[in-house]
């Protein structure tokens, strides 16, 4: 396997799949997810040898270092009796762990685990309680797009526990819960779609919130992160009892066309034949969502990540700037200035010119934050995300004043 990394023989790689991991994963999408980490972190130095974590189970974990120009990440496998790879991450180093940020006490909350929808794809949750008999403001946490957990957990950052620690802190109910593409991925149905992916577990957690006794039920809020951010109006317009939204670092760009743009932009950190390929395959993919020829048959290895055409063809259809601008409810609308996976330019533009003259909606630009709200200087690169790191307080401050006034 290391031997084939240092090549980058991609299609090798895949071939020593099995066969549920070569249905979610195809060629293209390991050489972007490869080329994205190694332009991130100045490109790779050298790649190690694999180690085992344990020699009886099945599948065995097995661990290869990369090291890059700046630090480096992991190549985490899972190997199987069979020889097959049935698991395979792209990791941060391991090192530091999540610490409350300094913004936090935890003796000012309370926190309880939840489950949410019921069934097969029912997901947990938690809910953080501030102290005291209320009623308070609540919100329901929304991450960004991938398979995350409650906290939106990357290496040693918790971005969205962040923000429920602090948010708690400052007498706000805040309930978040893991994605049901982390928690049951092999359950989905081949026509799954974004609205899937949100829709009934957030509206499950408005619902929740509505019980509880500490909760002002006329004051829930949704607060979405990126793509979390984009579902947020969609999901407002499903329950108009929803009293505001929240959306920080929220996509408006069509997602095809952002990951064309976000491909360039890290394939440009660290150049090379190989994330050159990636951007040429990523770009030939996004021309087929964006063109008539896509249908709920293509093939999903055909198509950028390796979503369905159904995922494709919902998301394409969906305008969430438009969607917004129907809704009645206040937003307030937070966008990093270094943030070059959603941008001032390419995004946020987008926002002010439909909501910007609306009093309703309260739009802050961040300056010095990344697309996690974290505080930094110079270029933003991926690497940033594997140091650790909290959201900005300012970012905080921000949102839980919005919240005490609606």
Known sequence: MAALLRTESFAEIVERFAPPLRAAVNADALRLAWAAEAAGRGGITAIGEPVSEADETDPVRVRIPVTCADGGFTVVTSVGGDGLLHGLRLAPEDGAEWQPPHYADPARFTERDVL????????????????????????????GGGAFDR??????????????WGLATRQVA?????????????????????AD???????????LLRQQPEVDPNRIHLLGHSMGGKVAPRIAAADPSIAGL????????????????????????????????????????????????????????????GLSAPYWLDL???????????????????????????????DLTRWRAVLGDRSEAVIRIHQDS????FSGSGRATPAEYARPGHVEPAVVDDIATWLARH
């Open 246 to 305: 929240v959306l920080l670092a929220a996509d408006a760009q069509p997602m095809h066309e952002a990951a064309v743009r976000v491909a360039r932009h890290l394939a440009a950190l660290a150049p090379s034949p190989g994330a050159d390929e990636a951007v040429a395959a990523l770009t030939r993919q996004a021309a087929l969502v964006a063109g008539s020829d896509l249908t709920p048959d293509t093939p999903s290895d055909l198509l950028p990540f």
């Open 116 to 143: 949410l929808g019921t069934g097969a794809l029912a997901v947990p949750g938690t809910l953080s309680l501030p102290v005291g008999p209320g009623p308070w403001p609540a919100a329901v946490l929304l991450s």
């Open 174 to 194: 805040v309930l978040r819960f893991d994605k049901v593409t982390f928690a049951h991925p092999d359950r989905l149905p081949p026509d799954f779609t974004m």
């Open 197 to 207: 992916e949100y829709l009934p577990h957030a509206r499950a957690a408005v619902q």
């Open 316 to 346: 394409r259809a969906y305008d969430p700037v438009s969607t917004a601008a129907g809704l009645t409810c206040p937003m307030l609308i937070l966008q990093g200035g270094r943030d070059y996976q959603v941008t001032v330019a390419d």
């Open 370 to 373: 990344n697309h996690l709200f």
């Open 151 to 164: 906290d939106e957990s990357s290496g040693p950052n918790k971005p969205l526990k962040d923000l429920a």
